[in-house]
Every structure is written in C-alpha cells, then in structure tokens.
C-alpha cells in the first residue's frame, strides 16, 4: 500500500512539472551582438547591457523604445529598474550610480567615494525614495538617499553567523532580499532588520505576491513562502541560459546575443 502511494505522488508530481512545461509558450526572438545580462520592470519592459556599455530598454513584446550608453564611469554592473520611473545603473569599478528618468535620461550621479563606501559590490532601489548599499568593509547595509547622505546603517556583523559576500540586491513588496552565491538568500525589512533566510542558491532573486522566484539551471522556481512549498517549469535548452527573469506572466530568457519571450 505505502509503495503503491509512493508511486501515485511521483506520477502526480511528474504530470504537473510537465503542465507547468507546457505552459511556456515562445513569443519573440530578439538578437541582440554581445548581451551581457538584462534586469526588468513591474510593467514588463526588459533592460539590456551589452559589452559596449549600452543599456537597451525593450518593452513587454520585444521592440526598442529607449536606450542610454555611458563609457566614461566603466563597466555597468547592475540595472534596478523596480521602479520604471526611477531606474538606477551602478558602475561598481568606480563606486558610481547613475539615476535615470523613465526616458532613460540621465537625471545625476552619486559617487559612493565620497561618502566613504568602497568596492560596493550592489546596490538596491527603495520604494521610499532611498538608495541601498552594502559596505562589505564593515558588514552593513546602508541606506543612502539621493543627496547623497546617510540615512541609517545596519551592521550585519552582529545579526548574522557567518558575514555576508552578497552579488545581488532587490527591494520588491518593501522586502528587502539579499543573495549570497554560497549562503543563499536573506531577508529584511525597509529598515535593514533581519527576518529570515532561504537556503536556495541562486545568482539573482525576485519577490512577487509572496513567491521567491529564482533560476537554477535548468529550472525555473516559484517559492511559496507562506505555504512553503515550490513550484519549478523547466526551462528549453537550459545550458545556454545566461539569465531569467518574469514579470506579468512572461518570462524573459537572455542567452548569448538573443533575448526570447515566452507566455506563461
């Protein structure tokens, strides 16, 4: 009888992985020459770096609608483009963030230097109008606003066990998420307070309607937090994959010079 159930869970559960795969459905094919990765928008617009700096915005159906190129502040790092209206480009080789208009024009720059913040590895729009960083000299999260100035600083050092290496930062819902490529995934509040961590190793994360989606090769996962359970689609061709991200049922998936759509 137990093995007789065992057997009926794992073909339930391989049914669903394959509705859930079937669901995916291929919109668009954009080639895009030396795509280095993308971040998005909660109106679905997709934003591409290339090796030649450029910063390309796409919206939900895949066709150009604004662009922004700099060359002088080094190598763009990392595009929050949470909110479209404010979106912010992080040159990390030079401590600098750009701060651009829903045109993608650019409004100013706050140099982390001088305030003191070196080698800066990401950083994090706000819905308060604040700036996320982290200082991995001291171990702290630091919010920082547009003057710039300091708002308040939360040493991790004495939260957490082990000290924290993050390459990622995302504030979506007023939750903070920080991803750690060896620790996973840690959560805060809008005031850098602690709440949990999630043990999924990942590059980059997204928070939407309670559900941490992540990528892991060659899978696309969906954490219910409250529910603790998951979902995963897999994902075609999943060893070219650079990146994934989705917004507004679509999924975006970034691969060597091509950026496809999918429904979902």
Same mark, same amino acid.
């Given at each position: 009888?137990?093995?007789?159930?065992? &057997?009926?869970?794992?073909?339930?559960?391989?049914?669903?992985? !394959? +509705?859930?795969?079937?669901?995916?459905?291929?919109?668009?094919?954009?080639? &895009?020459?030396?795509?280095?990765?993308?971040?998005?928008?909660?109106?679905?617009?997709?934003?591409?770096?290339?090796?030649?700096?450029?910063?390309?915005? $796409?919206?939900?159906?895949?066709?150009?609608?604004?662009?922004?190129?700099?060359?002088?502040?080094?190598?763009?790092?990392?595009?929050?483009?949470?909110?479209?209206?404010?979106? !912010?480009?992080?040159?990390?080789?030079?401590?600098?963030?750009? &701060?651009?208009?829903?045109?993608?024009?650019?409004?100013?720059?706050?140099?982390?230097?001088?305030?003191? $913040? !070196?080698?800066?590895?990401?950083?994090?729009?706000?819905?308060?109008?604040?700036?996320?960083?982290?200082?991995?000299?001291?171990?702290?999260?630091?919010?920082?606003?547009?003057?710039?100035?300091?708002?308040?600083?939360?040493?991790?050092?004495?939260?957490?066990?082990?000290? !924290?290496?993050?390459?990622?930062?995302?504030?979506?819902?007023?939750?903070?998420?920080?991803?750690?490529?060896? +620790?996973?995934?840690? +959560?805060?509040?809008?005031?850098?307070?602690?709440?949990?961590?999630?043990? $999924?190793?990942?590059?980059?994360?997204?928070?939407?309607?309670?559900?941490? @989606?992540?990528?892991?090769?060659?899978?696309?996962?969906?954490?219910?937090?409250?529910? $603790?359970?998951?979902?995963? &689609?897999?994902?075609?061709?999943?060893?070219?994959?650079?990146?994934?991200?989705?917004?507004?049922?679509?999924?975006? @998936?970034?691969?060597?010079?091509?950026?496809?759509?999918?429904?979902?």
């Amino acid at each position: 009888m137990i093995k007789r159930w065992f &057997i009926f869970l794992a073909l339930l559960f391989s049914s669903q992985l !394959l +509705q859930a795969s079937d669901s995916l459905v291929w919109l668009k094919s954009i080639r &895009i020459p030396d795509a280095r990765f993308m971040s998005t928008d909660p109106l679905g617009n997709i934003y591409v770096v290339t090796s030649s700096n450029q910063l390309i915005r $796409f919206n939900a159906d895949g066709d150009s609608n604004a662009a922004f190129h700099e060359i002088r502040k080094g190598h763009i790092t990392q595009v929050d483009a949470t909110n479209p209206m404010r979106v !912010l480009v992080f040159f990390s080789d030079f401590g600098q963030i750009a &701060i651009l208009d829903k045109q993608l024009s650019l409004k100013s720059v706050l140099k982390l230097p001088a305030l003191g $913040f !070196l080698n800066v590895p990401c950083i994090a729009n706000s819905a308060d109008g604040g700036i996320w960083i982290f200082d991995p000299i001291v171990g702290s999260l630091v919010k920082i606003d547009e003057s710039p100035s300091v708002l308040f600083t939360t040493n991790l050092r004495n939260v957490l066990d082990e000290p !924290l290496n993050p390459q990622y930062m995302i504030e979506q819902e007023r939750q903070l998420f920080v991803v750690d490529s060896t +620790q996973g995934i840690k +959560q805060f509040d809008l005031y850098g307070f602690f709440k949990q961590s999630f043990p $999924f190793l990942t590059n980059e994360v997204q928070w939407i309607n309670q559900q941490l @989606i992540y990528f892991k090769s060659p899978y696309l996962y969906s954490y219910q937090v409250r529910q $603790f359970t998951d979902q995963k &689609i897999e994902l075609p061709n999943a060893s070219t994959i650079f990146q994934v991200r989705t917004e507004r049922n679509r999924v975006f @998936i970034l691969r060597e010079n091509q950026l496809e759509i999918y429904s979902l």
